[in-house]
Nanobody, 123 residues
């Protein structure tokens, strides 16, 4: 089992920046890839945002966040980060981190999920 806890969400103005974190515990010795998903208000599904391999050598980004968001990880601290710059109102959502056996963009391929952290971008 892997437990994931997100933190760092909050309210930010348009154009601002925010960094959210995901701390992992439990069977963190396993080589999990990590991903970030988000669920916007009124949306039923969690949409892929970004993912990173265990060693951090490969990353994937959803098109709308490319060049604005950066995913990174510190395996010594079992923590994954999502640096979000140039935030837009459309980025408002609950952000979830998740763990998978490989680099994935499909939410059903992820085995473990955190409880989410709210990010609100005001205009």
């Amino acid at each position: 089992q892997v437990q994931l806890v997100e933190s760092g969400g909050g309210l930010v103005q348009v154009g601002g920046s925010l960094r959210i974190s995901c701390a992992a515990s439990g069977r963190t010795s396993s080589n999990y890839a990590m991903g970030w998903f988000r669920q916007a208000p009124g949306k039923e599904r969690r949409a892929f945002v970004a993912a990173i391999t265990w060693r951090g050598g490969d990353t994937l980004y959803e098109d709308s966040v490319k060049g604005r968001f950066t995913i990174s990880r510190d395996n010594a601290k079992n923590t994954v980060f999502l640096q979000m710059n140039s935030l837009k109102p459309a980025d408002t959502a609950v952000y979830y981190c998740a763990a998978a056996r490989a680099l994935e963009v499909v939410s059903t391929r992820y085995d473990y999920w955190g409880q989410g952290t709210q990010v609100t971008v005001s205009s």
